[in-house]
Nanobody, 121 residues
Framework: QLQLVESGGGLVQPGGSLRLSCAAS????????IGWFRQAPGKEREGVSC??????NYADSVKGRFTISRTNAKNTVYLQMNSLKPEDTAIYYC????????????????WGQGTQVTVSS
């Protein structure tokens, strides 16, 4: 039973911070690439960041503000979001794909249910 559960979303003012968590069960994150995605109302889903055993990446829109990390002992991946902007408002999803490389977005096989992030004053 492979499962991903996101948490940590909420309402925050512009310039504030949130830390999202993606907790994995039924598999070991050491062997998977984990991606963060987001989808705002009326917009297509976009990739935010990815981490794997070979490294990671960030979308240009979040580079320098967001940081992806993992705690292997807890089988959890985090997305630290700083200097949040209203345009960061979206449902954030984590996804997993077996392998040491961050894959194209369409290659992720396992997805969480999402957590809402709202940035507003």
């Amino acid at each position: 039973q492979l499962q991903l559960v996101e948490s940590g979303g909420g309402l925050v003012q512009p310039g504030g911070s949130l830390r999202l968590s993606c907790a994995a069960s039924g598999f070991n994150l050491d062997y998977y690439a984990i991606g963060w995605f987001r989808q705002a109302p009326g917009k297509e889903r976009e990739g935010v960041s990815c981490i794997s055993s070979s490294g990671g990446n960030y979308a240009d829109s979040v580079k320098g503000r967001f940081t992806i990390s993992r705690t292997n002992a807890k089988n959890t991946v985090y997305l630290q979001m700083n200097s949040l902007k209203p345009e960061d408002t979206a449902i954030y999803y984590c996804a997993a794909e077996y392998g040491r490389l961050c894959p194209p977005s369409y290659k992720y096989d396992y997805w969480g249910q999402g957590t809402q992030v709202t940035v507003s004053s």
